[in-house]
């Protein structure tokens, strides 16, 4: 087997240092031509984006940088279960890029599963607060959670 295309996805988590409640979803993208940047400023209190960069540091066709305009549409967007469904309105389509729609289903979405572990390891958050989180918001967000919850009933 030949390898053609070799693409790098990266996702990073950061709570901002002046502020623990909000965090920073960086998710980039790089192969032989493209290398692009998400950055996503959340508001875990209100599962919010309160901010949006997007950087086109190498990309295919010049027209493709303009995709960075629309990173203001994302300002708004809740990160809930119609977060994809939102966020694919701004992304997609003929002023869009589906490059930038990967980057944010696989940083924003799940965003969760490691605030909520990294408020446990901090001491603020119990683990059976955690389980009472997910079992009340998301309940029915993936298999797992689906059976585990299921089981409890």
Excluded at 22 to 45: G, P
Excluded at 53 to 65: A, D, L, Q, S
Excluded at 75 to 87: E, I, M, R, T
Excluded at 104 to 120: A, D, E, Q, T
């Amino acid at each position: 087997m030949k390898i053609t295309a070799e693409r790098s996805f990266k996702v990073n988590y950061f709570e901002k240092e002046n502020n623990k409640d909000i965090w920073i979803a960086e998710s980039h993208l790089t192969d032989n031509q493209h290398d692009i940047a998400v950055i996503v400023e959340i508001n875990m209190e209100k599962m919010q984006i309160e901010d949006a960069k997007i950087k086109f540091h190498r990309y295919p066709v010049g027209e493709c940088k303009q995709i960075e305009e629309i990173a203001s549409k994302l300002v708004g967007l809740k990160v809930d279960h119609y977060f994809s469904q939102n966020a694919m309105k701004i992304t997609m389509g003929p002023l869009g890029c589906p490059n930038i729609m990967m980057l944010l289903n696989i940083s924003v979405p799940g965003i969760i599963y490691y605030y909520y572990p990294y408020k446990i390891k901090m001491g603020e958050m119990t683990q059976e607060q955690f389980f009472e989180l997910l079992r009340e918001k998301e309940k029915n967000a993936c298999l797992a959670h689906t059976v585990m919850f299921a089981e409890e009933e």
